[in-house]
């Protein structure tokens, strides 16, 4: 049974689609699988999602902005690491959704059973 929803306030309704435009892009997302394990540097990020420097630290400052991400400074190296591991829990439950989805979906391609 769902969570039943209490009313929000438009100003709670303008923040949750805020944090929800921050993950609408797939470059986004890409960098959070990637620190899913741990802290790594701006060079790391992209070497590992093949983005240009450019484009991850775009994503980067807006992941930031949003309190999604944290960063700190090593020397000439700034390190990224998840500053809300809840963020987490929301991609879970948007991927359970989707399996759920397609599943139901793949079962009416799928042959009928032969009756009896």
């Given at each position: ?37 741990g ?64 599943q ?13």
């Amino acid at each position: 049974m769902a969570k039943a929803l209490h009313a929000l306030s438009d100003e709670a309704i303008e923040l949750i689609a805020a944090r929800f435009r921050v993950l609408g892009e797939p470059s986004r997302l890409r960098i959070l699988q990637s620190l899913r394990n741990g802290e790594l540097n701006v060079s790391q990020l992209v070497e590992v999602t093949g983005s240009t420097q450019g484009n991850t630290s775009r994503h980067l400052q807006a992941l930031a902005d949003a309190a999604i991400l944290g960063r700190r400074r090593e020397g000439s190296n700034v390190f990224y690491y998840i500053a809300d591991p809840g963020i987490f829990d929301l991609c879970e439950t948007v991927c359970g959704s989707l399996q759920r989805q397609i599943q139901s979906r793949a079962r009416a391609f799928s042959p009928a059973s032969p009756k009896a």
